[in-house]
């Protein structure tokens, strides 16, 4: 790489910047809250790439216009490569210690010197203290040069790990970092973290074949106990400790996984490997004589059990655990022992009632099946060869769905498309997602991206038997994402359209469907209205069908009409239909008996005023169904008022109750009814409906924000216009229930009106939802609505609510794992926020900041920003932000070890948390002092703390802070030496995270695994 411009390198404009702002290096320093050694570091270049949240502190301190700090960070250099550097080594401590360059074996000097590079490699990345080493080295006896010795070894380590170093150069390998030595090392250097990353992602995939394989790998890793042959210490060193039983979990993880696929003998394989380096563990025993009885080999599981039980007898003095008894009288019974299986999707919508006809394509799809005919293909395409929309299509494939259902034991998935919606097709990720929540993925390991999203989808399905049913889809590009690539699985996709690219690129089998034949189509009134009314006005019945032109809809909708009308001679109801004209345009063909526009107008023309004004109304709303209150608000009606009018629409089949109080348009009659409006009702008139419809989600949103999030700073929102019904919502629980009925169609609306022009609405949408995305984790539709959120405010012009935006929008990033964008962001409402002097967008912006820096790993950065935070609410006189900062600041002290300091912080915080009766942070606070007191040692205070705190989160339903205050209630006892005290906690925690599908469940369980024995 060139040589930096001297002018443009970041020590040379470090300290160009602060001459002109007239600052020591010491007033600098104190002012960032860094080192005087660091300051004098960068501006000498000593340090290759001076870290960013360093170099922000720096140039907050010298207040440096957002340019200039841009011109700052961007002069770090990017990393160097070193030329010659051996890239080959490989240290391993998964059995004896091993390190290699190429295929040469590295001589790591005397015993203290391995040690010290295995406690190291033990912990990857992580800061070793060289108190922790000199403890580890010699004990409760350490020479008195044992510092000068430590720094010694570490010396000669990176001269032998690094050899092309240069001299006194920092350490590629090993580190010094803080008040200790730190080892970096890949999955391709340590096998250790080889073995981390292949557990993490065979755990992670939902597809058993493929974990089988990752799983097989990482176990393979392991060439003996961990560290085999060092020192007493450091096997029994934590992280050694931690080590083994990670091993033991993948173990049983595979073993399971194994059997499942029939794999007996690759389980007995790798569980033998394991046995005898854990001969008391029942687990791995129980799961062994599956393995063996699976392979054939029932008296060797036998055998094993009872040498398992004398060896439990003799050594520890108990008998077998429950799961081991169970297990044995399994075997002895020649019972096969499985896993309790997740329950399969069964997403089939209902059957249509009075099915009829359709003989032809009923054979076509039966000879599709697989096992019906040779060289089955992977897809069934159903579609409309001429695209008429009301022909059948959804209920030709879900009656044939019901049919063959048996015949995919996976279970069956299935989802509305919505191709040609007025408010637009369900996008394919949206579609992915929805598979994916059904298939079990929780929001925590979704994928980001459609093709990250759509191979693991694809994945799932892998060697599985499933009926997947794409209905109304508009395109080829819009299915190609949701079809599996496993031939056990078939895909049923109907459309209007005729989907020749399906067709021609993957093979896909067309079906066509055409108009019902007349016997089909009498047939079909007949079993709506009945044999005996339709057998005694034969003429009228063929006058309707002609009418219908066989158009299933339209046959429907007169049937009810029809149904509706006792006492009407069904030749009344011909000749009504008769003299409808219309039609939708884009459905209508030369013939006028096929005009869909004529049987809809005539339906419409049947209903009270009243309701087809909301008939009319309801083409406006976006999503995708509606509930009474959001119906009422179009309306501008009571609730009381609209339900007739809705029972009205569903009893003429112009709309259909899909869920108690839930209505739902086919997308036709949406198309239809957005037309009437746009004929019959004036432009004012649909413009104020559609803000009463923006305003009762606004509203409603923000009441049920503040059942979730009652301490939350509030907005002035628009106020609402006359006729707006506001949903009740008087529980957390009901807020919830809201939010998750409604959760689709507010993310529509949001689009809906950010398309309309509506920024005040969209930006005050997008605040009503946060809490409930962000808690849910539904942090992709986060992004998103913040990002509308974002150009609303732009468009108003109204600087605190761009910075909003864009906080809310990088908290949103922070979520997702995307740092880069979140910080970007996180900065860019920092400016505003100090060009307006909004000191609580400052501070909140600054509590944000110290939660993601916590999340990365930047204690110290989180620290800072949280006193930051502090400062800043005390300026504006911000009781609840202040008490709140000041138990943050006592966590991150915690965090970075200054008890102390925590302690005096967090007690400042709950004295004026009580005395403002704020619970929640009551709650947060004794947990945080419960935290510190564990840490200082007194388990006492720690318990009573940590009781207080887990009391208040019950009270409030607060289950994922009940679990993390259980887990770290479970610590103190623990160090208390009350065992079963908290062996009890740390179970309850582990029944709340595993309900919540947290990852911290299996740092749990192996706590409760350390209890054994």
């Not at 990017?78 to 210690?97: F, K, M, N, Q, Y």
Request: aromatic share 4%; hydrophobic share 45%.
């Amino acid at each position: 790489m060139a040589p930096q411009n001297a002018e443009t390198t970041v020590g040379s404009l470090l300290r160009r910047f602060r001459l002109a702002a007239g600052l020591s290096q010491q007033e600098l320093a104190t002012g960032a809250d860094v080192s005087v050694r660091t300051i004098r570091d960068i501006e000498r270049e000593r340090v290759d790439a001076p870290r960013a949240p360093s170099l922000r502190r720096l140039a907050e301190a010298l207040g440096l216009a957002a340019f200039d700090r841009d011109r700052l960070l961007a002069a770090v250099p990017g990393p160097r490569s070193e030329p010659g550097a051996d890239r080959r080594l490989r240290v391993e401590v998964l059995g004896p210690l091993s390190v290699r360059t190429g295929r040469a074996a590295v001589d790591l000097g005397p015993a203290p010197q391995r040690d010290l590079l295995a406690l190291l490699a033990l912990q990857p990345g992580r800061v070793v203290s060289r108190d922790e080493i000199v403890d580890v080295l010699w004990g409760d006896q350490p020479p008195k040069t044992c510092l000068s010795m430590v720094q010694t070894y570490v010396g000669r380590l990176r001269g032998r790990l690094d050899p092309d170093r240069e001299p006194r150069s920092p350490g590629k390998v090993i580190r010094l970092a803080g008040d200790g030595y730190a080892i970096d090392l890949g999955t391709d250097e340590l096998d250790l973290a080889q073995f981390q990353d292949l557990v993490e992602q065979g755990t992670g995939t939902p597809d058993t074949t493929t974990a089988v394989d990752l799983l097989d790998r990482a176990l393979r890793c392991w060439r003996g106990p961990v560290l085999a042959g060092a020192s007493p210490r450091l096997r029994s060193h934590p992280a050694a400790v931690a080590a083994a039983r990670r091993r033991v979990r993948a173990a049983l993880a595979y073993a399971d996984l194994a059997s499942d696929l029939g794999l007996h003998e690759a389980a007995v394989a790798r569980l033998q490997e394991l046995a005898p380096d854990e001969p008391l563990h029942e687990g791995v025993a129980a799961k062994l004589m599956v393995a063996l009885a699976g392979s054939g080999e029932r008296a060797a599981a036998l055998s094993l059990f009872a040498a398992v039980s004398r060896r439990l007898a003799e050594e520890l003095g108990v008998e077998p655990s429950t799961e081991l008894r169970d297990t044995h009288l399994r075997v002895l019974r020649q019972e096969q022992v499985v896993r309790r299986a997740d329950p399969r999707p069964r997403q089939l919508p209902a059957a249509v009632p009075g099915f009829t006809g359709r003989a032809t394509q009923l054979e076509r799809l039966d000879a599709l099946l697989p096992g019906e005919r040779a060289g089955h293909g992977t897809a069934v395409v159903i579609t409309a060869i001429d695209g008429t929309a009301g022909v059948g299509k959804t209920a030709l494939a879900v009656h044939w769905a019901h049919r063959v259902a048996d015949r995919f034991p996976d279970g069956q998935l299935y989802v509305n498309l919505r191709g040609f919606d007025p408010a637009g097709p369900v996008p394919p990720d949206e579609a992915v997602r929805g598979f994916l929540d059904a298939l079990h993925v929780p929001a925590q390991r979704m994928p980001v991206g459609l093709d990250a999203q759509a191979a693991l989808y694809r994945s799932l399905l892998a060697g599985r038997r499933m009926l997947v049913v794409l209905d109304n889809a508009r395109d080829a590009d819009q299915v190609r994402p949701l079809l599996p690539g496993s031939p056990g699985c078939l895909v049923i996709v109907t459309s209007r359209n005729q989907l020749a690219g399906l067709v021609a690129a993957e093979g896909a089998h067309p079906v066509p469907l055409d108009l019902l034949d007349p016997d089909d189509a009498a047939d079909l009134l007949a079993r709506r209205l009945g044999a005996d009314r339709v057998a005694a006005e034969p003429e009228a019945l063929a006058e309707i069908v002609r009418a219908c032109a066989g158009l299933p809809l339209a046959l429907v909708i007169v049937a009810a009409r029809a149904a509706t009308r006792p006492g009407h001679s069904l030749a009344a109801l011909a000749a009504e239909l008769r003299q409808a004209r219309g039609g939708l345009d884009p459905f209508s063909g030369a013939d006028p008996a096929t005009d869909v526009r004529a049987v809809f107008s005539w339906s419409y023309r049947s209903l009270t005023g009243p309701a087809g004004r909301l008939f009319r109304l309801l083409g406006l709303h976006p999503g995708a169904d509606l509930a009474v209150p959001a119906a009422a608000s179009l309306a501008g009606m009571p609730p009381a008022r609209v339900r007739p009018l809705l029972a009205e629409l569903a009893r003429a089949r112009l709309l259909a109750e899909q869920a108690p109080g839930r209505y739902a348009f086919h997308d036709l009659l949406r198309a239809y009814a957005a037309e009437l409006a746009g004929e019959v009702d004036a432009g004012p008139a649909r413009s104020a409906a559609l803000h009463r419809l923006l305003d009762h989600y606004l509203h409603t949103a923000y009441a049920a924000d503040a059942q979730l999030n009652p301490h939350r700073d509030q907005i002035v929102r628009t106020p609402a216009r006359p006729g707006v019904t506001v949903d009740e919502l008087a529980d957390q629980r009901r807020a919830l229930a809201w939010f998750a009925a409604e959760h689709a169609t507010l993310l529509a609306v949001v689009e809906h009106a950010a398309g309309a022009g509506c920024d005040t609405h969209t930006w005050q949408l997008a605040w009503a939802v946060t809490t409930y995305l962000d808690r849910q984790g539904h942090w992709h539709d986060w992004a998103g609505v913040q990002d509308l959120a974002l150009r609303a405010a732009r468009g108003l012009g109204r600087r605190t609510d761009e910075a909003d935006a864009h906080r809310g929008l990088a908290r949103a990033y922070a979520r997702l794992g995307r740092f880069v964008d979140a910080h970007v962001n996180y900065w860019r409402a920092l400016d505003i926020f100090r060009e307006i002097g909004d000191l609580l967008g400052e501070a909140n912006t600054h509590r944000n900041l110290a939660f993601m820096c916590g999340t990365q790993g930047h204690q110290r950065d989180a620290l800072y920003h949280a006193r930051k935070a502090l400062d800043l609410y005390r300026a504006g006189g911000h009781q609840v932000g202040e008490a709140n900062a000041l138990n943050n600041v006592g966590w991150y002290h915690a965090q970075n070890g200054e008890y102390r300091e925590a302690l005096e912080y967090c007690e400042q915080a709950l004295a004026l948390l009580r005395e403002i009766d704020h619970r929640p942070g009551v709650a947060a606070t004794l947990d945080s002092l419960g935290y510190v007191h564990h840490r200082l040692g007194n388990q006492r205070e720690a318990v009573v703390s940590f009781q207080q705190a887990l009391e208040m989160f019950r009270a409030a339903g607060d289950r994922s802070h009940e679990a993390g205050t259980l887990t770290r209630l479970g610590d103190a006892h623990h160090a208390a030496g009350e065992r079963e005290w908290a062996r009890r906690a740390w179970r309850q925690a582990l029944v709340l995270l595993e309900e919540l599908d947290q990852p911290e469940a299996d740092e749990v369980r192996g706590k409760l695994a350390g209890l054994v024995g």
